[in-house]
């Protein structure tokens, strides 16, 4: 049963305009939230997390938000860059876990 | 920075064959990892080990082991090859448990069984 879903398998955006990838959940005791980006061929990597007593953290040009009582977590690219076109996975973990519990993906294309 | 080397970036194995991909981190992290990527479905867990010699069942552990010998190093074991197990395999590591345990990949291994 999949506890994390990215419901948009694509999305497109142009260069310089805001990316918005979403991510529902269904586990009210996921207290850690993640986002990583994968390019083809190679392993994914962190990007930011969040914590569930935030409901916002920042890095850069990324943003990411997170509605508990919605379960629901967005991540902002602004200004999008070509270099961002990559699978975008959304994970989460419990208090007392260890793996992580991670979407389908979202393949973000930005077009110059 | 967080290390996690996978030994082998591509493999082709025959149907039937017993294959071994392994992983090394050099963090000295607790936990270790192998998720499998496929299109369409994502990252899913197939087994984890939070200590040396110890091991937990993921999502799809079926045809799979693993060994754990040293705490830098966790192998997956497939012990009979089927075509079904074409697959991108990601090992990963983290330092510990619950609040902030980021999990750190390694550049995967592309499987390819005929």
């Known amino acids: 049963d999949q506890q994390v879903k990215q419901n948009s398998p694509s999305l497109s955006v142009q260069e310089g305009r805001i990316s918005i990838l979403n991510c529902d959940y269904t586990n009210s005791m996921f207290d850690y939230f993640l986002w990583y980006k994968k390019y083809p061929a190679e392993g994914p990597t962190f990007l930011i997390s969040i914590s569930s007593i935030k409901d916002k953290n920042e890095d850069g040009r990324f943003t990411v938000f997170l509605n508990k009582s919605a379960k629901h977590l967005s991540l902002h690219i602004v200004p999008s860059q070509p270099g961002d076109s990559a699978v975008y996975f959304c994970a989460a973990s419990l208090h007392s876990g260890y793996a992580l519990n991670f979407g389908k993906g979202t393949s973000l294309l930005v077009t110059p | 920075d967080v290390k996690v080397t996978q030994s082998s970036r591509y493999l082709v194995k025959r149907t039937g064959e017993k294959v071994f991909l392994e992983c090394v981190q050099d963090?000295?992290?607790?936990?270790m990892f192998w998720y499998r990527q496929d299109p369409g479905l994502g990252l899913r867990l197939i087994y984890f080990s939070y200590d040396v010699k110890m091991k937990e069942k993921g999502d799809i552990p079926e045809g799979y082991s693993v060994s754990r010998e040293k705490k830098e190093r966790f192998s997956l074991i497939l012990e009979s090859a089927s075509t079904n197990q074409t697959s991108m395999y990601l090992c990963?590591?983290?330092?510990?448990?619950?609040?902030?345990?980021?999990?750190?990949f390694g550049e995967g291994s592309w499987l390819t069984v005929v």
């Open positions: 990963a590591s983290s330092p510990g448990t619950g609040s902030g345990n980021t999990i750190y």
């Open positions: 963090m000295d992290h607790e936990n």
